[in-house]
Nanobody, 123 residues
């Protein structure tokens, strides 16, 4: 059973940056396809970024391409999401997810979830 714990959220002004962390235990994140999802108030949870298992292949939703960067530190068993050039529409709860399969794009693809961390971007 993999446990995921996110941290690093907070309040930031538009144009600012944050780095989210997702510390994993109970499993090695390199063996999982890892990803970040977000859910804004009144909206569905959506895919933000993914990092393929066993390698470095990444995937991003169009709205964050060029601004967000997903990465993994295998030694620390931790997943990161660097958020740059933040916009008010990035405001959401951000969730870390892990999938045993290669695909992680839909909520149903994930086997494990973290509890979420709030990101609020003020204009």
């Amino acid at each position: 059973q993999v446990q995921l714990v996110e941290s690093g959220g907070g309040l930031v002004q538009a144009g600012g940056s944050l780095r989210l962390s997702c510390a994993a235990s109970g499993g090695t994140i390199g063996y999982y396809t890892m990803g970040w999802f977000r859910q804004a108030p009144g909206k569905e949870r959506e895919f933000v970024a993914g990092l393929r298992r066993f390698g470095t292949s990444t995937d991003y939703v169009d709205s964050v391409k060029g601004r967000f960067l997903i990465s993994r530190d295998n030694a620390k068993n931790t997943l990161y999401l660097q958020l740059n050039s933040l916009k008010p529409e990035d405001t959401a709860v951000y969730y870390c997810a892990a999938a045993a399969a290669a695909r992680l794009r839909l909520q149903s693809d994930a086997n494990y979830w973290g509890q979420g961390t709030q990101v609020t971007v003020s204009s």
